[in-house]
């Protein structure tokens, strides 16, 4: 074998090497692609949960739809965000002034849930850390406004009607940000300890003042009712009397004489002198 052939034949082996490392180079490429591919085109979005496509080349935020739970197709270079659509729970502790200006410690409890509808606004306009960014500070504000129109006696003995109106204001507040509220539970409130006896005094005075109020009206009730009763007592006596004359008496004398001559007890009969009369009747026994 000549010279130039031994050369001709180590560059075809060369070339023949150089043709499988650009093979293995080519597999490993395409591998790497479909791996990207896969991790970045191939969303699954959980059970309770929806997604918001950002787009890169086509205006960013996808507004006009969401991605409800299951596998989604999406482009490489676009990125979808997953929200928890679920029944969440925030609770928060404030210290508001009353309009008095006393301080009052308030927990409160939030349950709210992610509106689906709106949930490419609320990414766009807030993003993902709507509990901070959002959800605790308006909640906060609600509280303090309502807190500061009410002194600390309204508010410590009418919990109720504050926690309505404080559900009443945060409803309208988490619609507007894209968010639905489900109910805020007022878990407790903290006076100052001489402020919550004084109220607690005046509560049990007012309450006795209630019972003492109340037995007053009963006996003036009652007092009504034996007048009407007496007035009634004295229209009945003044009209059977108008209707008694002498031959009715006598009659049922003698009706009452009869009935108990037919009884089978032995009796003694004394009839009484006069024209009028009436016979009285002994038992003998």
Partial sequence: ???????????????????????????????????????????????????????????????????????????????????????????????????????????????????????????????????EVIVRPMTTAIIRSITGQLTAEEVFSSQKEFTNRLNLVANIDFTENFMALENVY????????????AIENKLVEKEHIAQKTFAVESEKQEKLRKEIESKGIAIYNQTVAKSLSPDILTWHGIEATRKMALSDNAKTIIVGSGKEGLPVILNSK
């Fill in 186 to 197: 007022l878990v407790r409130i903290s006076l100052p300890q001489a402020i919550t006896e």
């Fill in 1 to 131: 074998m000549t010279g130039q052939e031994k050369s001709e034949k180590r560059v075809r082996r060369r070339t023949a090497d150089d043709n499988i490392v650009y093979k293995i180079l080519g597999f490993l490429l395409i591998a790497l692609l479909l791996v990207v591919t896969v991790k970045y085109s191939i969303i699954t979005i959980p059970a309770g949960q929806s997604g918001v496509l950002w787009q890169r080349f086509f205006k960013g935020t996808r507004l006009d739809r969401f991605y409800d739970e299951g596998i989604h197709l999406i482009f490489p270079w676009d990125k979808m965000h997953i929200y928890n659509c679920r029944l969440q729970t925030v609770k928060e502790k404030v210290t508001a002034l009353t309009s008095k200006g006393l301080p009052i410690d308030i927990e409160i409890a939030i349950y709210f849930r992610l509106d689906k509808d709106y949930l490419p606004q609320l990414h766009k306009n807030i993003g993902p850390r709507y509990t």
